[in-house]
């Protein structure tokens, strides 16, 4: 039988065929990103080879995490993941690649990656409360750990307003749990692990 993640990447294959997992050790794309990221960030994003998920084109890379996390994080992940694969096909790669890496400034005040991310995020938080229930979602470990991704330097600090992403928090939060059926997977009734 197949797991609920391998389940979900062929859905995602469905929509994106070439789409494919890679590990990042095995990529020297992504080791080349790794030592640009660490000279970039003084040393702030020490761990986008050992925890960070990174799309591009239609390949999601993962670090060796992957392999043991549980399957619904595997899922949550891909969900988030998908965000970014609809965004690519919805802006284009060279429309992609600039609004993350440019507006406003590429570290400290990265408008553009800050947007792309609340969207990816929002489907982050969507996910957990539909896999794990609302509490999970509203959990002040999830909001922590999100609040970081945006304000330390594992994405650049990309929006240092944590009052405004608390905002933010709340309204997905809020739209969420008007939505969500716990208990059920979405699509198909069945009971969460």
Same mark, same amino acid.
């Given at each position: 039988?197949?797991?609920?993640?391998?389940?979900?990447? *062929?859905? =995602?294959? *469905?929509?994106?065929?070439?789409?494919?997992? #890679? $590990?990042?050790?095995?990529?020297?794309?992504?080791?080349?990103?790794?030592?640009?990221?660490?000279?970039?960030?003084? !040393?702030?994003? *020490?761990?986008?080879?050992?925890?960070?998920?990174?799309?591009?084109?239609?390949?999601?890379?993962?670090?060796?995490?992957?392999?043991?996390?549980?399957?619904?994080?595997?899922?949550?992940?891909?969900?988030?993941?998908?965000?970014?694969? $609809?965004?690519?096909?919805?802006?284009?790669?060279?429309?992609?690649?600039?609004?993350?890496? #440019?507006?406003?400034?590429?570290? !400290?005040?990265? @408008?553009?990656?800050? $947007? #792309?991310? /609340?969207?990816?995020?929002?489907?982050?938080?969507?996910?957990?409360?539909?896999?794990?229930?609302?509490?999970?979602?509203?959990?002040?470990?999830? $909001?922590?750990? =999100?609040?970081?991704?945006?304000?330390?330097?594992? @994405?650049?600090?990309? /929006?240092?307003?944590?009052?405004?992403?608390?905002? /933010?928090?709340?309204?997905?939060?809020?739209?969420?749990?008007?939505?969500?059926?716990?208990?059920?997977?979405?699509?198909?009734?069945?009971?969460?692990?």
């Amino acid at each position: 039988m197949m797991s609920l993640s391998e389940e979900f990447i *062929r859905d =995602i294959q *469905r929509e994106f065929p070439r789409f494919c997992l #890679i $590990r990042k050790r095995d990529s020297l794309l992504s080791r080349a990103i790794d030592v640009v990221l660490k000279v970039l960030t003084l !040393g702030a994003q *020490r761990e986008f080879m050992t925890r960070y998920h990174t799309v591009l084109w239609d390949r999601l890379y993962v670090p060796d995490l992957w392999e043991r996390m549980p399957d619904v994080a595997r899922v949550i992940t891909l969900r988030h993941e998908r965000v970014h694969l $609809r965004q690519r096909r919805r802006y284009g790669d060279v429309a992609m690649t600039f609004l993350y890496l #440019i507006p406003f400034f590429p570290l !400290g005040l990265a @408008y553009g990656r800050a $947007r #792309i991310e /609340w969207e990816a995020y929002t489907e982050t938080i969507r996910a957990t409360a539909e896999y794990r229930g609302l509490e999970a979602a509203r959990s002040p470990d999830l $909001r922590r750990h =999100i609040m970081k991704q945006f304000t330390s330097g594992a @994405y650049g600090w990309m /929006w240092p307003f944590p009052p405004m992403l608390h905002r /933010w928090y709340d309204t997905a939060l809020e739209e969420i749990a008007g939505q969500v059926r716990p208990g059920e997977l979405p699509g198909d009734g069945a009971k969460r692990s």
